[in-house]
């Protein structure tokens, strides 16, 4: 039996009512799954970004921490060495001190003369040669041959040898340094210095472990004393 045109009107549109729904539901179903695609990408990229944010702060916050350490150990060493040069500098005072008093004391005709007596006779027993040049500075020659004159007889009796002493008229200490004398063998190659500057540089290196701890007490990092 023949469909007439009015049924096949209708089956053609019910058909492509069919298709039409089909293609929306698979545009539907596209979508959907494209949304979630994107949503899965969107999501991927946001933490991969958020990882690299948190990283690139987390070295922000290491970089700046070793600064801070560097800063701080370089604030440390400066208050040391200002603490250091403040001590050296307290000790330098006193040394200076010292030498002012030193000069004071070679000021003193009387004083002067006794303390050169004990540095004539004292370099002479040290070097225990027979023939001995004794320098000093141009002003203290008188000194020091009223000196080298009460001193021979001294050191035969002490030493029970014979001396023969030529205090140096040509050649003379420097007429600033403190006072003192250096006594040398009559070829000079023995040297030893009894100036009062050499003297108080010998006491004071010997003396600077003493000085220190009697100024600032102790050092805890240290463990022995000589």
């Known amino acids: 039996m023949a469909l007439s045109d009015v049924d096949v009107q209708k089956q053609i549109k019910h058909m492509m009512a069919f298709i ?13 799954k494209a949304e979630e695609e994107f949503n899965i990408e969107k999501g991927r990229l946001v933490q991969t970004q958020r990882l690299k944010i948190m990283e690139y702060y987390e070295k922000k916050e290491k970089q700046i921490e070793q600064q801070k350490k560097i800063q701080m150990s370089t604030v440390r060493n400066q208050a040391r060495l200002r603490v250091l040069r403040g001590r050296d500098n307290l000790i330098s005072d006193l040394l200076n001190d010292a ?4 000069r004071r004391m070679a000021a003193d005709p009387e004083v002067y003369q006794g303390l050169m007596d004990k540095l004539v006779l004292q370099g002479l027993l040290r070097l225990l040669e027979p023939l001995v040049t004794v320098r000093c500075r141009p002003q203290d020659l008188l000194v020091v041959e009223a000196a080298v004159e009460k001193a021979i007889p001294e050191y035969r009796t002490a030493s029970q040898r014979h001396v023969e002493v030529l205090v140096d008229q040509e050649v003379f200490l420097p007429a600033s340094m403190t006072g003192g004398v250096e006594v040398y063998s009559r070829d000079q190659r023995i040297k030893l210095s009894n100036t009062l500057d050499s003297r108080l540089d010998l006491l004071a290196q010997q ?6 701890r009697a100024l600032f007490g102790a050092n805890p990092n240290r463990k022995f004393f000589i």
């Open 207 to 212: 003396r600077i472990p003493e000085i220190r």
């Open 20 to 32: 039409e729904q089909e293609a929306n539901e698979k545009a539907e179903e596209i979508d959907a």
């Open 99 to 102: 030498k002012q008093r030193l």
